[in-house]
């Protein structure tokens, strides 16, 4: 639908009721069958055990003094806990911020700071981290270890022994406070992003609207995508939430990853543009029969034709779908349509949403295959940042409508694509270059293992583009080879002027995006 250049999601009825997501959560668990498997995390766990955890430790938190509106903390690597504790944060009422497990004691200072935790749940590992901040006061009460442990602290195991009854509270849905998930921190400090109860119920209306995702009871899939970022949490979420069983991984291996597709014989994956690239290039890839696999997901950051177009050859798949969202909108913004087989496109508007594509200089509304802002408006969008007014301001524009920083355009079927965001643009004397397009033709090259492309200040163009390449274990390749490999495939104001510097890793955000922050850093 379009009207006055807004383009606009189906509408249709919603089938999710706008209350507590613990209301949600709770009345599908108790109506599931509770002998069927929902999480495989080393261990099976059925329904009626993801249920009765989930009952039984929101009235332990209640015992321990939490109330309604709290801070609950989670820092730890995925595992079916991790799932247990949110919905049982869901019940209560209270505000669950989910922390990277990898952030070290002064990142987790800078977290704590702005959003005291009332308890905090987490694992071993991450525990001794956060204890570091016993000495500057800004440790709750409690603790609470998913793992087995003999020291002081509680343990999740210990609480949710005890046999309770519980019903989840009633809250405002349009008002109070369900997750603080915080951003990638791609371009910035992570910002601590406040998403209601009612926010939480549009990832669940958009993954179960059968024309982006075709999920049927008793598929299965993976949960390797951190539980901390937006996109791994409302992938675990709504497959628990929908019947779809999850297989957990703590941290992506490519032998467990590739064995657990082949096992399970898993349909759908989710992944991120390293991921795909890992699917498009690894050798390893070709040892584990995958051929189950119909749908590829990815979400995170700008993919092109070249790298779709490899994985789904090797493969052999009709399309590779995308997800274009950010954390602020609770997710999705768009997605590519189950049947969809246009290429590079991140897909139709997704239900609830509408967008327009606002022109960077007049901040007009573009019609078709105009390139400008896109700016979302829909149910999933944030009441605001966590003690961050003006950032909060700055997000939205007159009319309400989320700034993405994101520059892209749709076509005449309503189709989107992204270019790229408004920030890494490389302006080379005023010409746009994406730096996306130059790193998804140099992966190409058979013996480029990563890359990421970056602009550098130069004095007669203003900038230009520079590529910083990771090489193939057992392959060789010179700078100049590159160069020429790229120049000879882009016009003249796209070629590599600023060189290749071969590097070991490519820096990237825990959600799997390039940090061109630390990539600057380093020139
Ligand atoms: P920060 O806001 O802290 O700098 P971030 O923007 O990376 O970090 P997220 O909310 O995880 O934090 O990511 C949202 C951004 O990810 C979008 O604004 C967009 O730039 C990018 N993105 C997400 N999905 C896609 C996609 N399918 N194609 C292109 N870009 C995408
Ligand atoms: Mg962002």
């Not at 669950?96 to 071993?124: A, M, Q, R, V, W």
């Not at 892209?408 to 309503?414: A, Q």
Request: charge should be negative; hydrophobic fraction near 40%.
């Amino acid at each position: 639908m379009m009207v006055d250049h807004i383009v606009q999601g189906s509408c249709d009825t919603f089938h999710i009721p706008n209350q507590s997501i613990g209301i949600t959560f709770y009345n599908e668990l108790k109506r599931k069958n509770h002998e069927k498997i929902a999480l495989i995390d080393n261990e099976e766990i059925s329904y009626g055990k993801l249920c009765k955890t989930s009952i039984n430790l929101a009235s332990q938190l209640i015992k321990l003094g939490l109330k309604k509106g709290d801070v609950v903390s989670i820092v730890s690597q995925n595992n079916w806990k991790y799932l247990a504790a949110t919905i049982s944060g869901f019940y209560i009422g209270a505000k669950i911020n989910f922390l990277n497990h990898d952030y070290t004691s002064g990142e987790l200072k800078h977290f704590f700071t702005i959003c005291p935790p009332n308890l905090i749940f987490c694992s071993k590992k991450s525990c001794n981290n956060i204890l570091f901040l016993r000495n500057e006061g800004l440790l709750p009460e409690h603790i609470i270890l998913f793992d087995e442990d003999e020291t002081e602290y509680l343990t999740f195991d210990e609480l949710v022994k005890i046999d309770s009854d519980f019903y989840p509270v009633e809250v405002q849905p349009e008002t109070d406070i369900a997750i603080i998930p915080t951003s990638s921190g791609t371009t910035g400090l992570p910002k601590c992003v406040l998403l209601t109860h009612a926010n939480l119920r549009v990832p669940l209306i958009h993954f179960g609207d059968r024309n982006f995702l075709d999920f049927k009871e008793d598929d299965v899939t993976i949960g390797n995508l951190p539980f901390f970022h937006i996109w791994g949490n409302m992938i675990a979420l709504t497959s628990v939430f929908y019947g779809i069983k999850l297989i957990i991984i703590p941290k992506f291996r490519p032998e467990v990853y590739l064995k657990t597709i082949e096992d399970y014989k898993i349909e759908t994956l989710f992944t991120v543009p390293p991921l795909l690239i890992f699917l498009a290039k690894s050798p390893l890839v070709s040892f584990y029969d995958i051929s189950s696999v119909k749908d590829v997901i990815c979400a995170a950051a700008v993919i092109t034709k070249e790298l779709e177009e490899m994985v789904k050859d090797r493969l052999g798949l009709k399309a590779v779908r995308q997800l274009y969202g950010m954390t602020e909108a609770s997710l999705g913004i768009t997605m590519s349509p189950t049947k969809s087989e246009k290429v590079a496109s991140v897909g139709k508007v997704l239900p609830t949403n509408k967008i327009k594509v606002c022109d960077i200089e007049t901040q007009e509304a573009l019609g078709p295959h105009k390139i400008g802002e896109l700016r979302a408006k829909g149910g999933g969008l944030m009441v605001g940042y966590l003690s961050n007014k003006n950032a909060t301001m700055e997000a939205f524009d007159n009319e309400g409508y989320l700034r993405t920083g994101d520059l892209g355009y749709y076509d005449e079927e309503n189709f989107f694509y992204i270019v790229d965001r408004l920030k890494d643009i490389i302006k080379f004397k005023g010409f746009q270059i994406s730096p996306a397009e130059l790193e998804n033709l140099l992966i190409q090259h058979p013996a480029v293992k990563d890359a990421a492309v970056i602009g550098i200040p130069d004095e007669v163009a203003g900038e230009v583009a520079m590529a910083f390449v990771v090489k193939q274990p057992d392959k060789n390749v010179t700078e100049k080879e590159l160069v020429c490999f790229v120049n000879e495939n882009v016009c003249a104001q796209k070629r590599l002027y600023g060189g290749v510097r071969f590097i070991d890793e490519i820096p990237k955000t825990s959600s799997g995006k390039i940090w061109r922050l630390k990539l600057r850093e380093i020139v």
